[in-house]
């Protein structure tokens, strides 16, 4: 298996990679020398992880702390493990990673794991550990949607994942093609990725600054099988690319990154919307959402492809079923342009506006970072042990931005910034 997966990685760029490392350290999180690093990893992914540390340390980590998954080890679970402990999680390594946060440790996540994982699971087991862990970890969730540290998400090109995308091709060649789209998406296939980053948060700011110009009450989508009115929480903020943390360290949280974004009025959702792309949710493929909302609320929700997994996410919480955020992506992203589908949120949300169900970020909120929990409540924002985003924009979808008065103003014609 090792001699296996060391010939297809062989076939990864080494030059790409490294840059994806620095990438990740400098600009995805601008490390702080003296700060300390949690790091989260699939064990498929030690090519990049082991990289990122490098440049970790280089940049004057404090110390870099690495927690590993391995898909087959998490399979064990689902096939041997008891039943009764699929209602537990380790809650005992949350609360360590919270008092990390607390302590302005830093947080990367490598992604990079199988999309169909659990496909083949028991969805009520899938769901019930997904439940316990979505609560376990809310302690550090919490930090981290709070915006409280510099965070950070990439991705690795993992053979399960690579197959998936193109179930066609001999392993090294999917590997091949999933590392270069990934360089690409995360612009590190550029001779100065560091500059290019530095341009592309001046573009995404440029828009965030003309829609909190604007300060829509709420954001009317229509196309096929959607017609969504998205009110916008009372003293919202868009943000998009770079921003700055509560510890006044600016980062990028997810690379690749192409949306602005920000935070819904949790009890002013309205209308009908469907799924323009699928969701890989924890190892479970929900194709064809279509879910009606009233007063905020999903009141009915279907899908062609893991209804049931979808439906017990909507169960977890109170929270589950209102939104906690929208943005909005051109569809000619690089990523929508690359007319791949990854299967996986932090590439596919980019290549298409989307919403997210569950927990709201407070720093969407003007002087989010002083605001209570409560302040944020009464605002509207939305509380939840989830934040599943999921994709509604194509090159078939009109956004109006609606004021206060009613009147519009084109947001997005056919995909495309109006």
Known sequence: MTTHSRGVSATIDPVKLDRLAEVAIKVGLQLQPGQDLVLTSSIAALPLTRRIVEHAYKAGA??????????????????????AGFDRAAGWLY???????????????????????????DPSKVARANKANSMAYQPALEKITGFDINWNIVAFPDLAWAKQVFPDDADDVAVAKLADAIFAASRVDVEDPIGNWTAHNAALRSRTEWLNGHNFHALHFTGPGTDLTVGLADGHEWMGGASTAKNGVTCNPNIPTEEVFTTPHARRVSGHVSSTKPLSYQGTLIDEISV??????????????????????????????????????????PISA?????FNTLFDENAACHIALGQCYSKCFVDGASLSQDEIAQRGGNKSFIHIDWMIGSDKIDIDGVAKDGSRVPVMRKGEWA
């Open 62 to 83: 404090g110390l870099v702390t690495p927690i590993f998954n391995d898909d087959e080890i998490t399979l064990a679970r689902f096939r041997y493990g008891a039943d």
């Open 95 to 121: 609360e360590g990673m919270a008092k990390a946060f607390a302590g302005n440790a830093a947080r990367l996540a490598v992604r990079g794991e199988d999309p169909s994982l659990l496909s083949a699971q």
């Open 292 to 333: 009606r909302f009233e007063e905020g609320r999903i009141v009915e929700a279907k899908a062609s492809k893991g209804e049931d997994v979808l439906k017990k996410v909507l169960d977890t919480d109170e929270g589950a079923r209102r939104l906690g955020e929208v943005a909005l992506v051109p569809h000619s992203s």
């Open 338 to 342: 690359s007319g791949l589908l990854f």
